[in-house]
DNA sequence: ACTGAAATCTGACTTAC
DNA sequence: GTAAGTCAGATTTCAGT
């Protein structure tokens, strides 16, 4: 990792909370010419500290208004199991992602569906169905904050 | 919510892949005039089908490199208390996400530190520290895919 | 590494189908 | 709702500092 200066930490910041802005507003609010911004901005890119840019949709507006997680163990833990299961569960419509965790569970899946019956369906009709699933515990999502500016520590 | 035709679909999906593509771009893409495409683009901000635009980060190449996900009991877990504790983990500058589920726990607390120090210093001298707090397990997340295309079920 | 000007391209608007 | 045309403004390149 090479350093982040205030400019390229100022321009990290900006374009986590509107990746749409132009090139030249950039600038302007950075105090730099365009060439210079320009050239910042492809830089971030390059080094790898900008993965992408993304549009964020509305779950709810979309007809998927209801979240949940599902932590499931798998039996056994070894990695040939926990890569097929995370491959699976990768391909279904229904997850919006997926993290292999340490400690009492295998998985904590993230799941947006458009209701319970949807939801119940997941469960007990595509998850349980693997051989390799020990446990499955739903909890549903009341709520969900996103951090949508991250800086360094 | 509005139904989404085939356009509308597509230019969701394009847009949640790379969120910078031009207008122009696009409207190829989808076989449409420029002015065409431009308007829809608009109409799914307008409906709020689109919330935002954002780049993504990779956490390890900003000094982040160890994520966790804690989970958190609150006593006692009436709103007032609930959202007291929401507000302050929303603060803390290592959390990245926050769940606030039904079940066994209360909240889910998406975290990026540096290292294991900092994420034991986070736990026990800034959440432990809350009165409120009932219980506290932490897992390490080995792996985390986000999806990054979402389409209605 | 940053700037500024020049050429090119994009996007916003109007008009018409 | 879609397409074509026009022009202001943005993007990008490049030579210069």
Same mark, same amino acid.
């Given at each position: 990792?090479t350093?982040?200066d205030?400019?390229d930490?100022?321009?990290?910041?900006?374009?986590?909370?509107?990746?749409?802005r132009?090139n %030249?507003?950039?600038?302007?609010?950075?105090?730099?010419a365009?060439?210079?911004?320009?050239e910042r901005? %492809?830089?971030l890119r390059r080094?790898?500290?900008? !993965?992408?840019?993304h549009?964020?949709?509305d779950?709810?507006?979309i007809?998927?208004?209801l979240?949940?997680?599902?932590? !499931?163990?798998v %039996?056994p833990p070894n %990695?040939a199991v926990?890569?097929g299961?995370?491959a699976?569960?990768?391909?279904?419509?229904?997850?919006?992602?997926?993290f292999?965790?340490?400690g009492?569970?295998?998985f904590?899946?993230h !799941?947006?569906v458009?209701?319970?019956?949807?939801?119940q369906?997941?469960v007990?009709d595509?998850?349980t169905?693997?051989?390799?699933l020990?446990?499955?515990?739903t909890?549903?999502v009341?709520?969900?904050l996103?951090?949508t500016e991250?800086?360094?520590?």
């Amino acid at each position: 990792m090479t350093e982040l200066d205030a400019i390229d930490s100022a321009l990290l910041a900006l374009l986590q909370n509107d990746g749409r802005r132009t090139n %030249r507003e950039l600038a302007t609010l950075l105090n730099i010419a365009p060439s210079t911004c320009l050239e910042r901005m %492809r830089a971030l890119r390059r080094r790898g500290l900008i !993965v992408g840019y993304h549009a964020q949709v509305d779950l709810a507006a979309i007809g998927r208004p209801l979240q949940a997680l599902i932590a !499931v163990r798998v %039996r056994p833990p070894n %990695r040939a199991v926990i890569d097929g299961f995370r491959a699976f569960v990768e391909e279904l419509p229904e997850v919006l992602s997926v993290f292999v965790v340490s400690g009492g569970d295998d998985f904590l899946i993230h !799941v947006a569906v458009k209701d319970t019956d949807q939801l119940q369906a997941l469960v007990l009709d595509k998850l349980t169905r693997r051989k390799e699933l020990a446990d499955v515990r739903t909890s549903l999502v009341y709520e969900h904050l996103r951090k949508t500016e991250i800086a360094p520590l």
